[in-house]
């Protein structure tokens, strides 16, 4: 698998940390210290599936492709407007695509998983080109009467295009099942048979517990994707991780031994934007002329299950 093509698309709304001073109990300087964030870009007009077509038309359009030779579209998402049709269709129809499409929720890992299944249906031959779409709107999940919750998530689209390729080096992922750590629940409507008891409350979070389960994982994933790949960690020109706290991301980098120019970063400017994160931090990289030809970059996720993804990866453009 190669990756010829990004995009992405964020809403207008920018929500800055004095902003949300005005009616919650934090500051600037708090939400600075503990998560880096300045601002989140935040729905307001916009429909999710709009900005997904607006990412997804510009990651065709740097792989030099048209939507006709897109044979498969992969879309990662964890809410949105709909519960079905999956988003993955309604992205589909505004493309004018006619390729099958699916959805997952690997939650923020979700480009990773993503890119694996694509490699698979790639190496089966199944398909030639496909679009992956991560298309989150986190914003919705939480309470904003929570200053714990809404100050840490924006809302956003990421997209990549892959082909046949030899430049995915090494690909590891894991699921270890800790639903108590970070949650949302949907609401289901009522019917005359229903005798259990249910409760709805916007996202829940152990903060702490998900920075450790983060940093612990993380840093175990990309040791491990560099040792199959037979790749040394000055050799990587860019490691490019999950965009869901800057004290997560400096943890990371410490422990790892890596120097700042090489972990870049966004999450001061988007907040966290799930699964769109990573798709959408590349496509920065690669529209600012920063990736050639044969750069090694490694991508690692965490996310809600607890999921998480890394993998090595050549740049081919
Ligand atoms: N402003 C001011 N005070 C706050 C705020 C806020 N926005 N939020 C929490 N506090 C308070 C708490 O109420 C608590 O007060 P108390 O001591 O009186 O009870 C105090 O600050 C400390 O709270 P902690 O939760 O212990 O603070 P911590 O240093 O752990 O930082 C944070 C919290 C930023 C959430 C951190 O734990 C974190 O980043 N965790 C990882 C979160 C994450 O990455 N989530 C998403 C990952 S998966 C995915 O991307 C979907």
Not at 148 to 166: I, Q, R, W
Not at 169 to 194: C, F, G, H, N, W
Not at 258 to 279: F, K, M, Q, T, W
Request: overall charge negative.
């Amino acid at each position: 698998m190669k990756i010829i093509g990004t995009g992405s698309a964020h809403p207008k709304c920018s929500v800055t940390n004095e902003m949300l001073e005005k009616f919650l109990e934090t500051t600037d300087e708090w939400i600075t210290e503990r998560t880096g964030i300045k601002e989140r870009l935040v729905i307001s007009s916009e429909k999710l599936e709009d900005m997904a077509v607006i990412a997804a038309n510009k990651a065709l359009e740097d792989a030099n492709l048209t939507v006709a030779d897109i044979d498969y579209i992969i879309c990662s998402n964890v809410v949105n407007e709909y519960v079905t049709p999956a988003l993955s269709c309604i992205i589909q129809g505004k493309l004018g695509a006619t390729c099958p499409t699916l959805d997952i929720n690997a939650a923020c890992a979700g480009f990773i998983f993503a890119l694996d299944m694509a490699d698979d249906k790639l190496k089966c031959k199944k398909a030639r080109n496909i679009l992956i779409v991560c298309a989150e709107e986190p914003s919705r999940m939480v309470s904003w009467q929570n200053r714990s919750t809404c100050v840490l998530f924006g809302d956003g689209v990421g997209a990549a295009v892959v082909t046949d390729g030899d430049e995915l080096k090494a690909m590891r992922l894991t699921t270890s099942s800790l639903t108590d750590v970070l949650y949302y629940q949907r609401k289901l409507e009522p019917t005359p048979y229903i005798d259990k008891e249910e409760n709805f409350e916007p996202l829940v979070m152990k903060g702490r517990e998900v920075f450790k389960h983060a940093v612990t994982n993380s840093c175990r994933d990309i040791r491990k994707v560099l040792a199959e790949a037979n790749v040394k960690a000055e050799d990587v020109k860019y490691f490019v991780l999950h965009q869901a706290n800057k004290r997560i991301i400096d943890s990371i980098r410490n422990f790892l031994g890596v120097d700042e120019e090489r972990v870049p970063h966004n999450v001061e400017r988007y907040g966290n934007i799930s699964s769109a994160a990573l798709p959408a931090l590349l496509d920065e990289l690669n529209r600012g002329g920063k990736l050639q030809k044969g750069d090694k970059l490694v991508f690692s996720a965490f996310g809600a299950g607890f999921t998480t993804g890394a993998c090595v990866i050549e740049w081919a453009k």
